[in-house]
């Protein structure tokens, strides 16, 4: 089993910027391929980015392509995504998952273990 807490969502301005954290915990953390998803309100939710265990590989929707960066401490449990220039649809509650996929996987049904989530909420 891996549990995963998110944190570092809030309340920001267009244009401004948050950086989410996810700790993971019980097994090991590095051989997993590490995501973010997120959900806004009555909408599906939907792949943000993926990074590979060594890092060396990571995946964006394309609307954020060029403002967020996913990246990996794997000494710490931890990945973290840099949102940067962010705008009032990125608003929704953001999901950490872990799992086995190929880090080019977008599909939430590959990723076995998600935290609870963290809300982020951009105002215009």
């Known amino acids: 089993q891996v549990q995963l807490v998110e944190s570092g969502g809030g309340l920001v301005q267009a244009g401004g910027s948050l950086r989410l954290s996810c700790v993971a915990s019980?097994?090991?953390?590095?051989?997993?391929?590490m995501a973010w998803f997120r959900q806004a309100p009555g909408k599906e939710r939907e792949f943000v980015a993926a990074i590979s265990w060594r890092g060396d590989l990571t995946y964006y929707l394309d609307s954020v392509k060029g403002r967020f960066t996913i990246s990996r401490h794997n000494a710490v449990n931890t990945v973290y995504l840099q949102m940067n220039m962010l705008r009032p649809e990125d608003t929704a509650v953001y999901y950490c998952?872990?799992?086995?996929?190929?880090?080019?996987?977008?599909?939430?049904?590959?990723?076995?273990?998600w935290g609870q989530g963290t809300q982020v909420t951009v105002s215009s």
């Open positions: 998952a872990a799992g086995f996929a190929v880090a080019s996987t977008t599909l939430s049904s590959k990723y076995n273990y």
């Open positions: 019980g097994r090991t953390f590095s051989g997993y391929t």
